[in-house]
C-alpha cells in the first residue's frame, strides 16, 4: 500500500516552466533556432511572455511510459486417469503474463489458478485445500497478452488452442487465455514430444520438451492402486510405483471430501501433499489428518517441467509443465 500523499498540484515531469519557455525563447531568436520542447509547424517570439503564449500554440513531448514490464509465459499439459482405467480426461492451457517488474508474478498465477506450489522433495503440508492468492493492489494492473495463434503439436498432430476472454476474478487483471478445446485424452498422449509456438505480442515463441511416461505400478501399502478401496488412518500411507527420469518429481495429494454437520454447515476439506524424488520410487504419506473418516481421494502425480526464455533478459521466463496423474476415490478407516 502506498502512503498517504498531500493533496498538491503535480506538475508533468514534461511540462516547461514560464521561466524556462522565456529563456529557450530569447536563446532561439539570438540564433534562429527552435526552442527545445516546442514543437509544431508555426512558433514566436513576442516582446513579452504573455504574447508569447497567447499567440503561440506548445506542444511538449508526450509522456512516455517508463514502466518496466514483465513476460513470464505458463503452458500447462495436464492429464488425469482413474486407477481402475475408466475415466480419462485431459487439458492443454497457456496464459502470457504481462506485469509490472515490481509485482510478484508467481502470485498473480496462483490468484487465477495457474500456480503451483509444493513441498521440497521428501517433505510434506498438512492444512484446507487451495487457499487462495491475496487480493492485487489497485495500481497493479496485468493482463494475459494476446499472442495470436498459440498452436500445440505433438506427434505430428496441430491443434490451435482457443482464446477465450480472461474470467473475472479482478478488475485489475484481463486478457486471453489459451486451452485446447476439449478435455479429451487423446490428443494429449503421454511420452510424446509436445512444440507450442505462438507469434503474437512480438513472442516468436517456439518451445518444444518432450512429456514423460504416465505412472504405472502404483502400490498403496503393497495393493495395487485400482483396488484400493479403504485407507487406515492409524498408519502412515506407504507408496510405491515404476520410476521415469531422473529429475522429475512425484508428489502425492490425499483429500477428504467436504462434509456438512448436522446444521447442514459444510465443514473445512483436509489436504495432504507430499512430494518425492521420482527416481526413488516409493514415498510415505502421514495420514492422522483424516483419522475423523469419510471419504475422499487418493491423487498420484508425475510431475516435469522445462523453462524457457520468453524474450530477451533474464526477467521474462516461462515454464512448460507436464502434470500427470493417477487417481482413486477411497474411504478413509
Same mark, same amino acid.
Given at each position: 500500500?502506498?502512503?498517504?500523499?498531500?493533496?498538491? $498540484?503535480?506538475?508533468?515531469?514534461?511540462?516547461?516552466?514560464?521561466?524556462?519557455?522565456?529563456?529557450?525563447?530569447?536563446?532561439?531568436?539570438?540564433?534562429?533556432?527552435?526552442?527545445?520542447?516546442?514543437?509544431? #509547424?508555426?512558433?514566436?517570439?513576442?516582446?513579452?511572455?504573455? *504574447?508569447?503564449?497567447?499567440?503561440?500554440?506548445?506542444?511538449?513531448?508526450?509522456?512516455?511510459?517508463?514502466?518496466?514490464?514483465?513476460?513470464? !509465459?505458463?503452458?500447462?499439459?495436464?492429464?488425469?486417469?482413474?486407477?481402475?482405467?475408466?475415466?480419462?480426461?485431459?487439458?492443454?492451457?497457456?496464459?502470457?503474463?504481462?506485469?509490472?517488474?515490481?509485482?510478484?508474478?508467481?502470485?498473480?498465477?496462483?490468484?487465477?489458478?495457474?500456480?503451483?506450489?509444493?513441498?521440497?522433495?521428501?517433505?510434506?503440508? *498438512?492444512? $484446507?485445500?487451495?487457499?487462495?492468492?491475496? +487480493?492485487?493492489?489497485?495500481?497493479?494492473?496485468?493482463?494475459?497478452?494476446?499472442?495470436?495463434?498459440?498452436?500445440?503439436?505433438?506427434?505430428?498432430?496441430?491443434?490451435?488452442?482457443?482464446?477465450?476472454?480472461? +474470467?473475472?476474478?479482478?478488475?485489475?487483471?484481463?486478457?486471453?487465455?489459451?486451452? @485446447?478445446?476439449?478435455?479429451?485424452?487423446?490428443?494429449?498422449?503421454?511420452?510424446?514430444?509436445?512444440? *507450442?509456438?505462438?507469434?503474437?505480442?512480438?513472442?516468436?515463441?517456439?518451445?518444444?520438451? =518432450?512429456?514423460?511416461?504416465?505412472?504405472?505400478?502404483?502400490?498403496?501399502?503393497?495393493?495395487?492402486?485400482?483396488?484400493?478401496?479403504?485407507? #487406515?488412518?492409524?498408519?502412515?500411507?506407504?507408496?510405491?510405483?515404476?520410476?521415469? !527420469?531422473?529429475?522429475?518429481?512425484?508428489?502425492?495429494?490425499?483429500? $477428504?471430501?467436504?462434509?456438512?454437520? $448436522?446444521?447442514?454447515?459444510?465443514?473445512?476439506?483436509?489436504?495432504?501433499?507430499?512430494?518425492?524424488?521420482?527416481?526413488?520410487?516409493?514415498?510415505?504419506?502421514?495420514?492422522?489428518?483424516?483419522? !475423523?473418516?469419510?471419504?475422499?481421494?487418493?491423487?498420484?502425480?508425475?510431475?516435469?517441467?522445462?523453462?524457457? =526464455?520468453?524474450?530477451?533478459? =533474464?526477467? @521474462?521466463?516461462?515454464?512448460?509443465?507436464?502434470?500427470?496423474?493417477?487417481?482413486?476415490?477411497? @474411504?478413509?478407516?
Amino acid at each position: 500500500m502506498h502512503p498517504p500523499h498531500t493533496a498538491t $498540484a503535480a506538475r508533468p515531469s514534461n511540462a516547461l516552466s514560464a521561466g524556462t519557455l522565456s529563456k529557450r525563447a530569447a536563446r532561439a531568436r539570438e540564433h534562429g533556432t527552435r526552442p527545445h520542447g516546442v514543437r509544431g #509547424g508555426a512558433w514566436c517570439v513576442g516582446g513579452s511572455l504573455g *504574447l508569447f503564449l497567447m499567440g503561440c500554440g506548445i506542444e511538449t513531448d508526450p509522456p512516455v511510459d517508463t514502466e518496466v514490464r514483465t513476460t513470464h !509465459a505458463v503452458v500447462t499439459i495436464e492429464r488425469s486417469e482413474s486407477a481402475d482405467g475408466s475415466s480419462s480426461k485431459a487439458e492443454a492451457l497457456a496464459g502470457f503474463l504481462e506485469v509490472p517488474a515490481l509485482v510478484d508474478a508467481h502470485s498473480v498465477l496462483q490468484l487465477v489458478g495457474l500456480g503451483l506450489d509444493l513441498p521440497e522433495p521428501g517433505s510434506c503440508t *498438512l492444512g $484446507a485445500a487451495r487457499a487462495t492468492a491475496g +487480493p492485487l493492489t489497485e495500481t497493479a494492473n496485468v493482463e494475459f497478452v494476446d499472442a495470436g495463434a498459440v498452436e500445440l503439436e505433438v506427434s505430428g498432430a496441430r491443434e490451435r488452442l482457443a482464446p477465450y476472454a480472461f +474470467p473475472t476474478v479482478t478488475d485489475s487483471i484481463s486478457g486471453v487465455l489459451y486451452t @485446447s478445446r476439449d478435455r479429451a485424452a487423446d490428443p494429449l498422449p503421454s511420452g510424446s514430444r509436445y512444440t *507450442l509456438t505462438a507469434a503474437g505480442s512480438g513472442l516468436g515463441l517456439r518451445v518444444s520438451h =518432450d512429456a514423460p511416461h504416465a505412472l504405472s505400478g502404483v502400490t498403496v501399502n503393497g495393493t495395487p492402486l485400482a483396488e484400493v478401496a479403504g485407507v #487406515g488412518t492409524s498408519n502412515p500411507l506407504d507408496l510405491t510405483w515404476d520410476v521415469d !527420469a531422473p529429475g522429475d518429481i512425484v508428489y502425492v495429494e490425499l483429500t $477428504a471430501s467436504s462434509a456438512q454437520s $448436522a446444521a447442514q454447515v459444510p465443514s473445512p476439506s483436509r489436504r495432504v501433499i507430499c512430494s518425492f524424488a521420482d527416481e526413488l520410487g516409493a514415498g510415505s504419506v502421514p495420514t492422522e489428518a483424516f483419522a !475423523a473418516g469419510g471419504t475422499g481421494r487418493v491423487s498420484v502425480h508425475r510431475l516435469r517441467t522445462h523453462e524457457f =526464455d520468453v524474450l530477451q533478459g =533474464d526477467s @521474462s521466463r516461462g515454464v512448460l509443465r507436464f502434470d500427470f496423474a493417477v487417481t482413486a476415490n477411497v @474411504s478413509f478407516e
